[in-house]
């Protein structure tokens, strides 16, 4: 198979792995920060909704040792992506890619299996914003494929009971976060703000839900800063970043 096609690229990201990406499918601090948080515990069999080119499972295979990874996208060329990804770091026997729209994933991924299920979903509400003309930008940002709700009900149907769900979300769709995740029973116990620097509100959040989990004891993490007092990176994102940043040096 050839790994490369016309406008991608091979990049690292530490420890050995690497990621192919395209001029539609890459990935942001974001993709990132919630691999990290989200990182699944040794043995865990987990499944990332909305994969792009795969980075969050692939982050997962540098960082530890989850016993099975499903990585979901309704887009051909996201799967490409990963499946060359795959077999550029032979990790056959780990990742199992599946070309389908996530609302349809009855009799493709077991339901009540998974013990971790992730999305980084678009951002922006069906007819809000600015809409990109390229489609895969477009679904990527905007909620035209499928919604908050559709994310959070496909995730509770495929998590066994006290499984987890962690995405993240820009600070304004917080309350419909909350009320999806209750809605399919699954309730909110980790929160996480991200901010640029301290004199800025927060650009973004991290959120862990638990499947059939007792109502209440949300615990708010310490905010995340991203710079530094010097406008440099905080020594938290630097560990965060750990082997991907050192690969460029």
Known sequence: MTMLQTGEKIEPLGSGIQIIVSQNHAFGTDTVLLANFSLPKNGDKACDLGTGCGTIPLIWCRDSCPAAITAV?????????????????????????????????????????YDLVVCNPPYKAAGTGIVNPEQAHRIARHEYTCTIEDIVQTAAKLLRFSGRFCLCQRPERLSDIIGAMRKYGLEPKRLRFVQQRCNKAPKLFLIEGRRGGKPNGLIVEPTLFIENGEGGLSEEMIAIYGAYKEAYL
């Open 73 to 113: 996208d309704i887009q051909e060329e996201a799967c490409s992506l990963l499946t060359r990804s795959v077999l550029l770091n032979h990790l056959e026997d780990k990742i199992e890619i599946l070309h389908s729209d996530l609302l349809e994933l009855k009799g493709k991924a077991a339901f009540s299996s």
